[in-house]
Protein backbone atom coordinates (compact mmCIF):
# COMPACT_ATOMS: atom_id res chain seq x y z
CA UNK A 1 0.00 0.00 0.00
CA UNK A 2 1.34 3.44 -0.90
CA UNK A 3 1.17 6.90 0.90
CA UNK A 4 0.66 6.02 4.94
CA UNK A 5 -0.98 3.40 6.53
CA UNK A 6 -2.07 2.69 10.04
CA UNK A 7 -2.16 -0.42 11.85
CA UNK A 8 -4.28 -1.52 13.56
CA UNK A 9 -7.75 -0.60 11.84
CA UNK A 10 -9.50 -1.03 15.00
CA UNK A 11 -8.74 -1.62 18.49
CA UNK A 12 -10.24 -2.11 21.77
CA UNK A 13 -8.99 -1.68 25.02
CA UNK A 14 -9.53 -2.20 28.68
CA UNK A 15 -8.45 0.72 30.79
CA UNK A 16 -5.52 -1.48 32.64
CA UNK A 17 -3.75 -2.56 29.03
CA UNK A 18 -1.25 -0.82 27.23
CA UNK A 19 -1.37 -1.02 23.18
CA UNK A 20 0.42 0.93 20.41
CA UNK A 21 -0.52 2.22 17.03
CA UNK A 22 1.55 2.46 14.34
CA UNK A 23 1.65 4.73 11.69
CA UNK A 24 3.93 4.63 8.09
CA UNK A 25 4.81 6.70 5.08
CA UNK A 26 6.09 5.58 1.74
CA UNK A 27 6.11 8.83 0.73
CA UNK A 28 9.60 10.36 1.50
CA UNK A 29 8.68 13.02 4.25
CA UNK A 30 10.92 14.13 7.01
CA UNK A 31 7.83 15.30 9.07
CA UNK A 32 5.00 13.00 10.99
CA UNK A 33 1.90 13.97 13.48
CA UNK A 34 -0.36 12.38 15.40
CA UNK A 35 -4.06 13.78 15.65
CA UNK A 36 -7.12 12.75 17.76
CA UNK A 37 -10.58 12.97 15.92
CA UNK A 38 -13.37 13.42 17.62
CA UNK A 39 -17.07 14.70 18.33
CA UNK A 40 -15.65 17.37 20.79
CA UNK A 41 -12.80 17.99 19.09
CA UNK A 42 -12.70 16.79 15.42
CA UNK A 43 -8.94 17.36 14.30
CA UNK A 44 -6.62 17.90 17.15
CA UNK A 45 -3.27 18.11 16.76
CA UNK A 46 -1.30 15.45 19.87
CA UNK A 47 2.70 15.56 18.34
CA UNK A 48 4.68 16.37 15.61
CA UNK A 49 8.13 14.72 14.75
CA UNK A 50 10.77 16.19 12.58
CA UNK A 51 13.59 14.27 11.35
CA UNK A 52 12.41 12.17 14.24
CA UNK A 53 12.77 14.80 16.62
CA UNK A 54 9.66 15.92 18.95
CA UNK A 55 8.45 19.49 18.35
CA UNK A 56 5.33 19.49 19.66
CA UNK A 57 3.48 18.24 22.07
CA UNK A 58 0.20 19.88 22.66
CA UNK A 59 -0.19 19.05 26.08
CA UNK A 60 -1.22 15.60 25.97
CA UNK A 61 -1.30 13.59 29.07
CA UNK A 62 1.39 11.31 29.71
CA UNK A 63 -0.82 8.20 29.23
CA UNK A 64 0.17 8.73 25.09
CA UNK A 65 3.74 7.95 24.76
CA UNK A 66 4.74 8.59 21.07
CA UNK A 67 7.74 6.80 19.48
CA UNK A 68 9.65 7.79 16.06
CA UNK A 69 12.48 5.35 15.17
CA UNK A 70 13.06 6.52 11.77
CA UNK A 71 11.30 9.50 9.38
CA UNK A 72 9.16 6.94 8.25
CA UNK A 73 7.69 4.91 11.17
CA UNK A 74 5.77 6.46 14.10
CA UNK A 75 4.06 4.68 17.24
CA UNK A 76 1.90 6.35 19.46
CA UNK A 77 2.11 3.71 22.82
CA UNK A 78 -0.94 3.65 25.29
CA UNK A 79 -1.74 2.79 28.61
CA UNK A 80 -3.59 3.18 31.28
CA UNK A 81 -6.41 5.23 29.09
CA UNK A 82 -9.43 6.26 30.36
CA UNK A 83 -12.98 6.10 28.78
CA UNK A 84 -12.74 9.81 26.93
CA UNK A 85 -9.93 8.75 24.88
CA UNK A 86 -12.32 6.82 22.69
CA UNK A 87 -11.46 8.76 19.37
CA UNK A 88 -10.12 7.92 16.15
CA UNK A 89 -6.43 8.76 15.80
CA UNK A 90 -5.30 9.69 12.47
CA UNK A 91 -1.41 9.87 11.36
CA UNK A 92 -0.29 12.30 8.97
CA UNK A 93 3.36 13.07 7.15
CA UNK A 94 4.16 15.95 5.20
CA UNK A 95 7.45 17.45 3.20
CA UNK A 96 10.02 19.61 5.20
CA UNK A 97 11.06 20.80 1.94
CA UNK A 98 9.55 23.13 -0.94
CA UNK A 99 6.57 25.35 -0.77
CA UNK A 100 4.07 22.65 0.20
CA UNK A 101 2.70 22.25 3.91
CA UNK A 102 0.13 19.70 2.92
CA UNK A 103 -0.28 17.02 4.78
CA UNK A 104 -1.31 13.47 3.75
CA UNK A 105 -3.58 11.81 5.92
CA UNK A 106 -3.45 7.90 7.34
CA UNK A 107 -6.95 6.01 7.47
CA UNK A 108 -6.71 5.94 11.02
CA UNK A 109 -7.12 3.72 14.12
CA UNK A 110 -10.79 3.54 15.85
CA UNK A 111 -9.83 3.22 19.32
CA UNK A 112 -12.50 1.81 21.57
CA UNK A 113 -11.60 1.90 25.65
CA UNK A 114 -13.74 0.08 27.66
CA UNK B 1 -1.85 30.12 20.64
CA UNK B 2 -3.73 30.28 17.67
CA UNK B 3 -7.37 29.05 17.64
CA UNK B 4 -9.63 28.77 14.63
CA UNK B 5 -13.20 29.49 14.53
CA UNK B 6 -15.63 28.08 11.20
CA UNK B 7 -18.89 28.50 10.85
CA UNK B 8 -21.79 27.18 10.18
CA UNK B 9 -21.21 23.73 11.61
CA UNK B 10 -23.64 22.43 9.12
CA UNK B 11 -24.67 23.47 5.68
CA UNK B 12 -27.67 21.98 3.50
CA UNK B 13 -27.59 23.52 0.03
CA UNK B 14 -29.82 21.98 -3.20
CA UNK B 15 -27.91 21.03 -6.13
CA UNK B 16 -26.17 23.34 -8.31
CA UNK B 17 -26.19 26.02 -5.57
CA UNK B 18 -23.50 27.49 -3.80
CA UNK B 19 -21.95 26.86 -0.71
CA UNK B 20 -19.83 29.35 1.87
CA UNK B 21 -17.80 28.43 4.57
CA UNK B 22 -15.93 31.06 7.09
CA UNK B 23 -13.30 30.96 9.29
CA UNK B 24 -11.61 33.36 11.72
CA UNK B 25 -8.09 32.96 13.07
CA UNK B 26 -6.54 34.49 16.16
CA UNK B 27 -2.61 34.85 15.23
CA UNK B 28 -1.86 37.55 12.75
CA UNK B 29 1.73 35.79 12.36
CA UNK B 30 -0.10 32.68 10.83
CA UNK B 31 0.85 32.74 6.85
CA UNK B 32 -0.78 29.71 5.44
CA UNK B 33 -4.68 28.11 5.28
CA UNK B 34 -5.65 25.05 3.94
CA UNK B 35 -8.84 23.59 3.54
CA UNK B 36 -9.48 19.88 3.65
CA UNK B 37 -12.40 17.37 2.82
CA UNK B 38 -13.25 14.39 4.66
CA UNK B 39 -15.94 12.13 3.51
CA UNK B 40 -17.65 9.93 5.44
CA UNK B 41 -15.36 6.92 6.63
CA UNK B 42 -12.38 8.53 5.07
CA UNK B 43 -9.26 10.42 5.52
CA UNK B 44 -8.86 13.85 5.24
CA UNK B 45 -7.89 15.50 2.01
CA UNK B 46 -6.32 18.70 0.71
CA UNK B 47 -8.67 20.63 -1.53
CA UNK B 48 -6.93 24.54 -1.68
CA UNK B 49 -4.51 26.51 0.48
CA UNK B 50 -4.01 29.67 0.32
CA UNK B 51 -0.92 32.00 1.95
CA UNK B 52 -1.09 35.61 3.40
CA UNK B 53 0.66 37.18 0.22
CA UNK B 54 -2.36 36.34 -1.78
CA UNK B 55 -6.18 37.43 -1.23
CA UNK B 56 -7.83 34.76 -3.58
CA UNK B 57 -7.03 31.23 -5.19
CA UNK B 58 -9.50 29.46 -7.46
CA UNK B 59 -9.64 25.97 -8.69
CA UNK B 60 -12.59 25.46 -10.90
CA UNK B 61 -15.51 24.73 -8.70
CA UNK B 62 -13.73 26.10 -5.49
CA UNK B 63 -12.42 29.27 -4.09
CA UNK B 64 -11.05 30.69 -1.10
CA UNK B 65 -10.67 34.31 0.01
CA UNK B 66 -8.35 35.49 2.58
CA UNK B 67 -8.54 39.04 4.38
CA UNK B 68 -5.23 39.14 6.35
CA UNK B 69 -6.88 42.51 8.30
CA UNK B 70 -9.88 40.75 9.22
CA UNK B 71 -8.07 37.58 10.10
CA UNK B 72 -10.90 35.68 8.37
CA UNK B 73 -10.98 33.50 5.39
CA UNK B 74 -13.94 32.00 3.54
CA UNK B 75 -14.77 28.60 1.07
CA UNK B 76 -16.78 28.85 -2.01
CA UNK B 77 -17.83 25.95 -3.61
CA UNK B 78 -20.10 27.28 -7.27
CA UNK B 79 -22.70 24.62 -8.75
CA UNK B 80 -22.59 22.35 -5.85
CA UNK B 81 -22.80 18.23 -6.42
CA UNK B 82 -23.58 15.48 -4.38
CA UNK B 83 -20.09 14.66 -4.40
CA UNK B 84 -19.14 17.65 -2.77
CA UNK B 85 -20.95 16.51 0.95
CA UNK B 86 -18.55 16.17 3.22
CA UNK B 87 -17.01 17.55 6.23
CA UNK B 88 -14.84 20.56 5.87
CA UNK B 89 -11.89 21.44 7.83
CA UNK B 90 -10.37 25.12 7.83
CA UNK B 91 -6.91 25.24 9.22
CA UNK B 92 -4.06 28.36 9.65
CA UNK B 93 -0.14 27.95 10.17
CA UNK B 94 2.28 29.29 10.94
CA UNK B 95 4.86 26.99 9.80
CA UNK B 96 4.42 22.89 8.85
CA UNK B 97 5.06 22.05 12.73
CA UNK B 98 1.83 23.45 13.69
CA UNK B 99 -1.39 23.56 11.84
CA UNK B 100 -4.66 24.58 13.87
CA UNK B 101 -7.68 23.38 12.27
CA UNK B 102 -11.12 24.70 12.84
CA UNK B 103 -13.87 22.25 14.28
CA UNK B 104 -15.56 21.88 10.61
CA UNK B 105 -18.33 22.12 8.99
CA UNK B 106 -21.01 19.34 7.61
CA UNK B 107 -21.89 19.94 3.87
CA UNK B 108 -24.68 18.32 2.71
CA UNK B 109 -26.09 18.55 -1.11
CA UNK B 110 -29.58 17.77 -1.89
CA UNK B 111 -30.15 16.54 -5.80
Known amino acids: ETGVTQTPRHLVMGMTNKKSLKCEQHLGHNAMYWYKQSAKKPLELMFV???????ENNSVPSRFSPECPNSSHLFLHLHTLQPEDSALYLC?????????????FGPGTRLTVT | GENVEQHPSTLSVQEGDSAVIKCTYS??????FPWYKQELGKRPQLIID?????GEKKDQRIAVTLNKTAKHFSLHITETQPEDSAVYFC??????????FGPGTSLSVIP
Open chain 1, 49 to 55: YNFKEQT
Open chain 2, 27 to 32: DSASNY
Open chain 1, 92 to 104: ASSPTSGSSYEQY
Open chain 2, 91 to 100: AASLNRDKVI
Open chain 2, 50 to 54: IRSNV
